[in-house]
């Protein structure tokens, strides 16, 4: 044992090892612990995307649509790229905890653990906040290939004869008959005299509206139930449309069959 800590000390004079300042210690420590807080804090970003998404479905009637069109339904309402994302932020705060200074006491399942809690806890206050609805659409605004809900909802609203049908109102009332115009440029005429309202619909020229009723002749729609397009939520964000009431990001994607 004394032959080992002599060579151990020899090395050390030999190679003149000197000890690295305590600053660098705590500069890496703190790096570390700010990386893991920027990982919860990425996972939380996701989560709000993701109860945003779910939210919207939820009071569109989930059940329903889903069971109409399983495939697209999940595609649409289920933002994998975020689900991908706070996954991959939950592994890196485990490998970023794992090396701080008590990183080693705690397990895996521990640290992931508690990761994931607070990005959930975190998501959770962020999407009461709105900031879901304000992350999906700036990405959709500024990254081509990121597809945001009301693109991806487009299409899966786009079936009048399964009875459902979205566009922006072009004129007319809420009580009796409204004309719309869907995203594919085709008017109709809804007739609203029974309808329901799940949410507040202004009837303006422009607001756009999703719709549930069924077909009755060539352009012309019975409603049963009208929801606004976009969930109503605590934080509104001004929108930009084009001339035919669609969001300018959203005019440059077409509608896929």
Aim: overall charge positive.
């Amino acid at each position: 044992m004394k032959d080992f800590s002599k060579n151990i000390l020899q090395t050390i004079e030999r190679k003149n090892i000197q000890p690295l300042p305590r600053w660098i210690f705590f500069a890496q420590q703190a790096g570390l612990v700010g990386a893991f807080l920027l990982s919860v804090l990425v996972g939380g970003i996701s989560v709000s995307v993701i109860l945003f998404s779910l939210s919207d479905a939820v009071e569109t009637g989930m059940g329903r649509m889903m069971r109409m069109h399983p495939g697209p339904f999940l595609f649409t309402y289920l933002p994998y790229v975020w689900v991908l994302v706070m996954i991959a932020f939950g592994v890196l705060a485990y490998v970023e905890a794992r090396h701080t200074k008590a990183g080693y006491r705690y397990r895996m399942a521990t640290i992931v653990g508690a990761s994931f809690l607070a990005s959930i806890v975190l998501g959770g206050l962020l999407h009461a906040a709105g900031a879901g609805r304000l992350v999906d659409r700036r990405f959709a605004e500024v990254v081509p290939q990121y597809r945001g809900l009301d693109a991806r909802k487009m299409h899966l609203w786009m079936h009048p004869q399964e009875g459902v049908i979205a566009g922006r109102i072009v004129s007319g009332s809420a009580t009796t008959t409204l004309t719309i115009e869907d995203f594919t440029g085709m008017r109709w005429i809804v007739e609203t005299d029974a309808v329901v309202s799940r949410g507040t619909i202004e009837a303006v020229p422009g607001e756009r509206i999703r719709v549930f009723g069924s077909v009755v002749a060539p352009g012309v729609f019975h409603a049963t139930e009208l929801f606004p397009w976009t969930k109503q939520g605590a934080m509104m964000i001004p929108e930009r449309f084009d001339g035919r009431g669609m969001l300018m990001r959203e005019r440059k994607m077409p509608l896929r069959s």
